[in-house]
């Protein structure tokens, strides 16, 4: 059974830092871009950051609310793809969930991918 597994959220002071985990089991995320995204209440889904597969060198690919503050990272060693967060703000605020979709044989620039593994999302509460 091909699962992901989010872990790491929890409420942290505006300027903290949190590490999410996207596990993977059932499959090897190797040759998968994996992205994770957010979602608040009365927002749209909001690509965060994605990571290309190992064929392709795990090359990063932020949001412009992302970047500087995140850091995408993947540990193939451990089937797991980390998302570092840091200088957290409220706005940050939401359910994060990583996705993994079959990456392609080539670097086109980005990891817009179909992604159709999911996991369960993990909360993040950025509040004083």
């Known amino acids: 059974q091909l699962q992901l597994v989010e872990s790491g959220g929890g409420l942290v002071q505006p300027g903290g830092s949190l590490t999410l985990s996207c596990a993977a089991s059932?499959?090897?995320?190797?040759?998968?871009?994996v992205g994770w995204f957010r979602q608040a209440p009365g927002k749209e889904r909001e690509r965060v950051s994605c990571?290309?597969?190992?064929?392709?060198?795990?090359?990063?690919v932020y949001a412009d609310s992302a970047k500087g503050r995140f850091t995408i990272s993947r540990d193939n060693a451990k089937n797991t793809v980390y998302l570092h967060m840091n200088s957290l703000k409220p706005e940050d605020t939401a359910a994060y969930y990583c996705?993994?979709?079959?990456?392609?044989?080539?670097?086109?620039?980005?990891?817009?991918?179909?992604?159709?593994?999911w996991g369960q999302g993990t909360q993040v509460t950025v509040s004083s």
């Open positions: 996705a993994a979709g079959v990456d392609y044989s080539y670097y086109d620039g980005n990891c817009i991918r179909p992604y159709t593994n």
């Open positions: 059932g499959f090897s995320l190797d040759h998968y871009a």
């Open positions: 990571i290309s597969g190992s064929g392709n060198d795990g090359k990063p």
